[in-house]
């Protein structure tokens, strides 16, 4: 079992590549989430998801897309990287009813240059 | 209506002393209020989470304190030690833990 993992750990992308950050849980919860972490500003949601084929924005979806086309995976998609989004990315699940804790991954690093 | 304020940014406390992280809200609507603690290049986990219909709830060394009058919940970590240095955030929900807003964070040094 090994909860929520993320791919790539590390990433240095340029100005104006794409590039698509990875998130597959294995604890068969519905709810799934992107968020970015900044120095100082704690987690910010991005884009969320109540299950498959559903998607919605977060706080923060400007530059991003989601898709959620399976129960496991919920991938991020940066379009056109700009040095804003240059950021620690989690992906965390949880389910409905319970409790209210979110499981995190491990995250994935992202420098623009 | 939607910012979670957490305060202080980083806190020094001795081994063996209490540490105090105070978070403040003004969503009213807001019915889940969890503290996560995130070690160094791993990702949050959950530490313990509150609802308002109880002032306070402790699990071991953790404690929050809440205040639904004043808008304000804390974290006390009773006998401090240097494994729970850690950047500890605060965060509230009005849907049973989704959608969490997070406070900015507080980076805990605990001194041997």
């Known amino acids: 079992n090994a909860g929520v993992t993320q791919t790539p750990k590390f990433r240095i992308l340029k100005i104006g590549q794409s590039m698509t950050l990875q998130c597959t849980q294995d604890?068969?919860?519905?709810?799934m989430y992107w968020y970015r972490q900044d120095p100082g500003m704690g987690l910010k949601l991005i884009y969320y998801?109540?299950?498959?084929?559903?998607?919605d924005k977060g706080e923060v979806p400007n530059g991003y897309n989601v898709s959620r086309s399976t129960t496991e995976d919920f991938p991020l998609r940066l379009e056109l990287a700009a040095p804003s989004q240059t950021s620690v990315y989690f992906c965390?699940?949880?389910?409905?009813?319970?409790?209210?804790?979110?499981?995190f991954g491990p995250g994935t690093r992202l420098t623009v240059l | 209506q939607q910012q979670v304020k957490q305060s202080p940014q980083s806190l020094i406390v001795q081994k063996g002393g209490i540490s105090i992280i105070n978070c403040a809200y003004e969503n009213t609507a807001f019915d889940y209020f969890p503290w996560y603690q995130q070690f160094p290049g791993k990702g949050p986990a959950l530490l313990i989470a509150?609802?308002?219909?109880?002032s306070e709830k402790k699990e071991g060394r953790f404690t929050i304190s809440f205040n639904k009058s004043a808008k304000q919940f804390s974290l006390h970590i009773m006998d401090s030690q240097p494994g729970d240095s850690a950047t500890y955030f605060c965060a509230a929900s009005m849907w049973n833990g989704n959608k969490l807003v997070f406070g900015a964070g507080t980076i805990l040094r605990v001194k041997s």
């Open positions: 509150i609802r308002p219909d109880v």
């Open positions: 965390a699940t949880n389910r409905p009813g319970g409790g209210g804790e979110q499981f």
């Open positions: 998801s109540v299950g498959a084929g559903i998607t």
């Open positions: 604890m068969n919860h519905n709810y």
